[in-house]
Nanobody, 114 residues
Framework: QVQFVESGGGLVQPGGSLRLSCTVS????????VAWYRQAPGKQRELVAS???????NYPDSVKGRFTISKDIGQSTVYLQMNDLKPEDTALYYC????????WGQGTQVTVSS
């Protein structure tokens, strides 16, 4: 069972930045696409960014140009750099390799508010 440990969330003002970290077993970074997801209260979980084994990245229009996903295989970590944060980015952020997985980490809370 793959384990994901998310960290780096917090309270930030609109326009601010945060960098989230997702620690996962190193082998996973070689064999699977890893993605960040978020879920706001009362809303469905949505994809925020993904990175393939070849480091190809993908973003929805809602975060394109503001968020950047990257990975450091040596640190077994996938990062999500979030800039120009907006109140609508407020959510619990998770990472995973499979959106239909029954196994999720605790996530890290991001709150964007003045």
């Amino acid at each position: 069972q793959v384990q994901f440990v998310e960290s780096g969330g917090g309270l930030v003002q609109p326009g601010g930045s945060l960098r989230l970290s997702c620690t996962v077993s190193r082998a996973i970074l070689w064999i699977a696409t890893v993605a960040w997801y978020r879920q706001a209260p009362g809303k469905q979980r949505e994809l925020v960014a993904s990175i393939t084994t070849r480091s190809n990245t993908n973003y929805p229009d809602s975060v394109k140009g503001r968020f950047t996903i990257s990975k450091d295989i040596g640190q077994s970590t996938v990062y999500l750099q979030m800039n120009d944060l907006k109140p609508e980015d407020t959510a619990l952020y998770y990472c995973n390799t499979d959106p239909s997985s029954q196994s999720w980490g605790q996530g890290t809370q991001v709150t964007v508010s003045s």
